[in-house]
């Protein structure tokens, strides 16, 4: 797309959108730019070893186009890149790409925005085409098909994750506000008929409060097609024993979004061993987290908290070791552990240098 239309969907995004999405913006940047990314050297009498920290030359974001434009989601994939150092970010966005989007993008810096959607903007960001260039690491969230498409292409580029239906858990005693424990889980819910929202709670009667507010939100709610089958399918709500049985599902579970809807949500946060995200009172809603939060909105899902991480400025790097020794004393260790490995050349590769000592 042309800078001319990227400028014409700037200018007709509504003014407030703008200024939300350029506090969004700010507060992404300031976040990202805390997260450690260091190179170092340490020197000593054996010489010198270290890690240099350099981004990769080009990433590309996939903004689904769907059922709504989240151009939130590119703010929170291009910002951490540029945090990163990336010289070059682009953008695969199926057509016709809304306004907002192009509005996002220009307030992230991206450089570039092409009308391509779906396995095959995957596919074009992986291996390159006439009009839009290979990348080294792809990033964003995008429907079954992207998600199988970054699966098959990874090797051939870098992908942040296969991120699936989005999930959020709601951890709640019975002091908690049951119209806020509702809301907060039908905003999840109306992402996707496969989303999840799941509330947590060892009051009963809490429970059953959450289930009428939730019916009578969603009757006013104008995605109300999407969460008949999202809470038919995927969310409930459980009654625990105690708020330990409901952290011990949590940390099995391992949510995407762990709302902690409790009088003192700080008291148990060190329970929290696996979530993308940790939201902590009812003044910290997961929906602040979706937008102006500040940290990557880009999370882990289906379990793979136990392992993967949000979306941040390190999956834009790597890391490249620095060996500068003089350290004779190491040839012959390392001789003997290649000998044993049975690897003649390596180890021979330390005795031609023991020989000249």
Request: glycine letters at 8%; proline letters at 6%; hydrophobic letters at 50%.
């Amino acid at each position: 797309m042309t800078a001319a239309e990227i400028d014409a969907a700037f200018d007709e995004t509504p003014a407030d959108v703008r200024d939300a999405m350029q506090l969004a913006a700010g507060r992404i940047e300031a976040f990202h730019k805390r997260q450690p990314a260091i190179s170092w050297l340490d020197s000593g009498e054996a010489g010198i070893l270290g890690q240099l920290v350099r981004p990769v030359d080009r990433a590309g974001v996939y903004v689904p186009g769907g059922t709504a434009p989240l151009f939130s989601s590119l703010l929170m994939a291009a910002i951490p890149a540029r945090v990163a150092g990336v010289p070059e970010v682009i953008v695969c966005s199926p057509p016709p790409v809304h306004p907002a989007i192009l509005a996002a993008a220009r307030i992230a810096g991206v450089d570039r925005v092409f009308r391509a959607g779906g396995a095959q903007a995957i596919a074009a960001m992986a291996y390159g085409t006439e009009t839009i260039p290979k990348v080294d690491k792809i990033a964003g969230a995008g429907g079954l098909f992207v998600t199988l498409a970054k699966r098959q292409v990874y090797g051939a580029v870098g992908i942040d994750g296969l991120l699936g239906p989005t999930e959020t858990m709601v951890i709640a005693d019975a002091r908690a506000n049951p119209a806020y424990a509702a809301a907060d889980l039908l905003a999840q819910a109306e992402h996707d008929v496969l989303a999840s929202a799941i509330l947590l709670t060892p009051d009963a009667a809490f429970a059953e409060a959450v289930q009428a507010e939730a019916e009578a939100q969603r009757a006013t709610l104008s995605r109300s097609a999407i969460l008949d089958q999202s809470l038919a399918h995927n969310s409930g709500i459980v009654v625990t024993r105690d708020l330990d049985e409901a952290f011990d599902l949590a940390n099995a579970y391992a949510p995407e979004h762990l709302c902690l809807l409790l009088a003192e949500p700080w008291r148990y946060l060190g329970r929290v061993r696996h979530a993308g995200g940790v939201f902590l009172g009812e003044g910290s809603f997961e929906v602040l987290g979706d937008y102006v939060a500040g940290p990557s909105h880009v999370m882990p899902t289906a379990g793979t908290a136990r392992f993967a991480s949000p979306l941040n400025v390190l999956d834009f790097v790597k890391l490249v070791n620095v060996i500068g020794l003089d350290a004779p004393e190491l040839y012959a260790p390392a001789a003997r552990m290649a000998e044993a490995e049975a690897l003649d050349a390596h180890a021979h590769a330390a005795k031609v240098r023991i020989k000249d000592l």
